[in-house]
């Protein structure tokens, strides 16, 4: 079970962390076409093809493999981060039968 199972954890991880990306991804392209956006928040979602794009590099894409490790890794972060900066809208209260408030099923994050 030892090392089986920690492989499969260790793919299952990647495969779920991709798929995370993939919809932030999704995330910053609707809030970046969207006229609600704070244009700071526009101008710092340009960071990432800008990092891409850019010869300045951590590790020099010169270097086979290596050079694309960071790409790996600071793109996905800078979308994270890009994506928690994003302004939410507020959960939509509602009154129960009782007088309790409840939230609204249907509240998601962008």
Known sequence: MGRDHFYGMNRFSLLARFLTFRK???TLWRAFVSAETPVHLKALMLLVP???LSP???IPDMIPLLGWVDDFIVVPLLVS???KLLPQKAPIYRRT???AKEIDGTYRRR
């Open 97 to 99: 039968a009782d007088g």
């Open 81 to 83: 981060l890009i994506v």
């Open 56 to 58: 300045i590099d951590l």
């Open 50 to 52: 800008a990092y891409l």
């Open 24 to 26: 932030e991804l999704i």
